[in-house]
């Protein structure tokens, strides 16, 4: 039988609709001239392609196949962990800022719970910050892991892929031991880390270290030296010093330009002076040179970590104040005051005083800041974070600018952008 | 290379800018200059440009509301976080701004990286930076009505109708209407 064809009526766009649709004149003044006339031509690219790291959308102008003008376009992974954060308690914030940089979680952590700290005037354990090295730099490895990994494959290297997440599954588990969670632990809090180190987490990291200097040295046999990879990579996307700093790139993208610039070790937290660890530089600030530092990243990574596990302290993993830590469940059956506090910390929370403080840490991507501000209530007023993707992606209209629509692959992926960062 | 030697910076500014500064605020180590907002760019660029300054990276510009409570000269605060490389140090400048003309000069001249930190806060808080050369929404989406990060704003969830407020509402619904 055949079925009846069923006519669909044309449905009316009611006018306030009809508003929405994007027009040519909206991009007067953003894109050249040429675009007006159709001389260019405008493509756009994202915010589902497969090489734009999550979901960002470029605008391009192109003459041919160069490209004349790049609007980055962010927004779509925008989830409002700001003002999120505005209606909780310091403490069930944390759990948020994972959420923002999903590539490094840690790091969110760290900068969230340092502003804390220096907002309420918390002290933090000898033995909670050389913990807290260790996550950071683990942290550190895992993020350049799953980006060496996609950068490479998205320049069509695929077996770097594959390698880097074989690699990143041990680091996934030793962070499962360590706080229950594979990805968005938490584990870093106000005050210290969330527990101690589980007996397994020690020969675990042992044996991490023994074996990943050598998967290291494999990355670079099949990418450093590749005459494939040079050619696609080497003389790409240049950012000078100076454009660097005025653009606001942090981290090792700005590093690669020559820029001798880490908070690492210019304005030391957590006891990062004590570390012996070099910081690599580039020389000539393109793709290539991003890829190369980080790749020295990776094993300043480990010098740092070697040194920390050393020297692990013993003593308290978090802050012994009861008035903002809450006391162990052991002690609740015990004393009378620990249940007053283990109440008031979990209805109400601890108050912080009506003033703004700002913090700012390296994060694997560069410079992540947190402004807080205080109310004298429980809640923060106002929970702001500069996030170094943003800033990359800010500026990557100005470093495309005359390449290859082929290279902008390269340069989104070299300057390490992760749009849960970028968006928050 | 010879390097100038470090100045204070709250000193500097104001002896160069001696209208320009209206309080000064140390706390927890970090020094806040309040800054009258007319005065923001020249202050910007005395800060970026003096020997024995240079502020050369600016970290971050953020905002806050402190609405509804009006201890403070301006219902929305701007505050710009700079950074000296060269001095490895921090300084905040903040500017209140009033709450029915929320107005400053840009900075995008003196910091391009000024550029989408300042559409974020016209974004996210309505305040309007003068001269930025493309004040877009940038992480909201272009059509939506409010400014999220207020304080006034509500949290989210549907607003419950009554018969106050259902024409206010009904005009952010366009097509429940249809």
């Known amino acids: 039988m055949v079925a009846p064809i069923v006519k669909v009526e044309p449905v009316a766009i009611p006018d306030s609709m009809k508003q929405w649709e994007g027009s040519l004149e909206q991009l007067r003044g953003l894109v050249s001239e040429r675009a007006m006339t159709g001389e260019t031509m405008l493509l756009n690219m994202g915010p589902h392609h497969p090489s734009t790291h999550g979901v960002l959308r470029l605008l391009l102008e192109l003459d041919g196949e160069q490209i004349v003008t790049c609007l980055p376009d962010v927004g779509y992974l925008h989830t409002g962990i700001e003002k999120s954060i505005e209606s909780k308690s310091y403490e069930k914030a944390v759990p948020l800022t994972d959420r923002m940089d999903y590539l490094a979680p840690m790091s969110n952590n760290m900068v969230f719970a340092l502003a804390v700290e220096k907002l309420t005037g918390l002290d933090v354990p000898e033995r909670a910050q050389v913990i807290r090295v260790i996550c950071l730099e683990l942290t550190r490895i895992n993020s350049h892991l799953v980006w060496l990994g996609t950068h490479a494959l998205d320049m069509g290297a695929m077996s770097v892929f594959l390698y880097c997440f074989r690699e990143r599954e041990y680091l996934l588990d030793m962070f499962e031991m360590l706080s229950g969670q594979r990805l968005m632990g938490s584990y870093i809090r106000p005050g210290g880390v969330w527990r101690d180190l589980p007996a397994e987490f020690m020969p675990a990291l042992e044996r991490f270290i023994n074996y990943f200097p050598g998967k290291v040295d494999d990355y670079e046999k099949i990418l450093t030296n590749n005459p494939l990879w040079i050619d696609r990579t080497q003389g790409i996307g240049v950012i000078e010093p100076d454009e660097g700093i005025a653009l606001g790139v942090s981290g090792p993208s700005l590093r690669a330009s020559g820029v001798n610039w880490d908070i690492r070790k210019s304005q030391p937290y957590s006891g990062y002076e004590k570390y012996d660890f070099n910081v690599p530089l580039g020389e000539h600030g393109d793709v290539y040179d991003r890829f190369y530092v980080r790749i020295l990243e990776l094993r300043e990574s480990l010098k740092i970590i070697q040194q920390a596990m050393k020297n692990v302290p013993g003593g308290a993993f978090r802050s012994t104040n009861r008035k903002f830590v809450p006391p162990p469940r052991a002690e609740l059956g015990r004393s009378m005051e620990a249940v007053i506090h283990h109440f008031k910390l979990w209805t109400e929370g601890y108050a912080a005083p009506d003033q703004e403080v700002f913090v700012a840490i390296e994060s694997p991507r560069g410079e992540i800041g947190c402004y807080l501000h205080g109310t004298g209530g429980n809640k923060p007023r106002r929970a702001h974070f500069k996030t170094p993707s943003f800033m990359h992606i800010s500026a990557l209209g100005k470093i495309a600018e005359g390449h290859m629509i082929a290279d902008l692959v390269g340069i989104i992926g070299s300057v390490d952008i992760v749009l849960g960062d970028s968006d928050r | ?178």
């Open chain 2, 1 to 178: 290379m010879h390097i100038p030697k470090a100045l204070d910076p709250v000193e500097a500014v104001k002896g160069a800018y001696p209208n320009a500064v209206l309080d000064v605020v140390q706390f927890r180590d970090e020094t806040t200059l309040v800054i009258h907002p007319q005065e923001i760019v020249s202050v910007a660029r005395f800060l970026r440009g003096t020997n024995g300054l240079i502020y050369n990276y600016l970290s971050d510009i953020s905002s806050v509301d402190y609405f509804p409570d009006y201890n403070r000269p301006g219902r929305f605060g701007v505050c710009y976080h700079l950074l000296s490389m060269l001095y490895t140090r921090r300084i905040r400048l903040k500017v209140y701004l009033p709450e029915d003309e929320p107005v400053v000069p840009t900075v995008v001249n003196v910091w391009p990286a000024a550029n989408w930190l300042e559409r974020e806060i016209y974004d996210m808080m309505g305040i309007i930076f003068e001269g930025h050369p493309d004040l877009r929404r940038v992480l909201m989406p272009d059509d939506w009505d409010g400014h999220p990060l207020r304080r006034d704003a509500p949290l989210g969830y549907e607003t419950v109708m009554f018969s106050f407020n259902v024409d206010e509402i009904n005009k952010h619904k366009p097509y429940a209407q249809e």
